[in-house]
């Protein structure tokens, strides 16, 4: 897995890109569409800003705050945030390509982040894994003898460059809002 987790590493946002336009070719968005996809959107890009506030990456294992839940709040932060640019869409096509791009790629991409961590943080990651799930968050924080017991830091959000996920849903809401204008309803 390792030659194919590498690809998928490399090739997520690069690919990224021609899906994005097959998704804005098919997607016939409404105002109202739009307006409940950015809402939907926007508790994605929350969760994501949530979770940039604590990540401290290559310095320790971050398992408090969103990473008491879920080992990969990003990524949950960024299904929710492909959940809303479906709505948004409105086109069924639109939302099978994000489903089956998250699926298969991120699917892959946390595997591989999680056999990293457990190389660099070993028994301290093993402990971090048998009590927080992959993906789906828990219900309560998980409590652990944690190398990280950091809080939100808006420094660190920025230095995560998670402004740019926000940016990006803006520039992509207001695409389909010019597709709207200028396509025949």
């Known amino acids: 897995m390792s030659g194919a987790g590498s690809f998928f590493v490399r090739w997520r946002v690069r690919l990224g890109y021609p899906l994005a336009i097959a998704v804005l070719w098919f ?3 409404t105002p109202r569409n739009i307006l409940l996809g950015a809402l939907a959107g926007g508790v994605g890009l929350c969760v994501r800003a949530y979770a940039a506030g604590y990540l401290r990456k290559q310095e320790v294992l971050t398992v408090t705050g969103p990473y008491a839940y ?3 709040p990003l990524y949950l932060g960024s299904a929710i945030l492909a959940f809303g640019i479906g709505i ?4 069924w096509i639109s939302a099978l390509i994000l489903i089956v791009y998250f699926a298969v790629f991120y699917f892959i991409v946390m595997r591989r982040e999680a056999s990293e961590l457990q190389s660099r943080h070993g028994a301290s990651f093993e402990e971090y894994a048998r009590a927080v799930p992959l993906f789906i968050p828990r219900l309560t924080a998980a409590k652990l003898s944690a190398e990280s017991a950091g809080s939100f830091s808006l420094a ?8 740019q996920a926000a940016a990006g849903f803006l520039f992509l809401l207001l695409l389909l809002l010019v597709i709207w204008r200028v396509r025949p309803h």
């Open 27 to 29: 997607s016939r968005p």
């Open 70 to 72: 879920t080992r990969n």
């Open 88 to 91: 948004a869409t409105r086109s």
């Open 156 to 163: 660190q959000y920025r230095k995560n460059h998670e402004w």
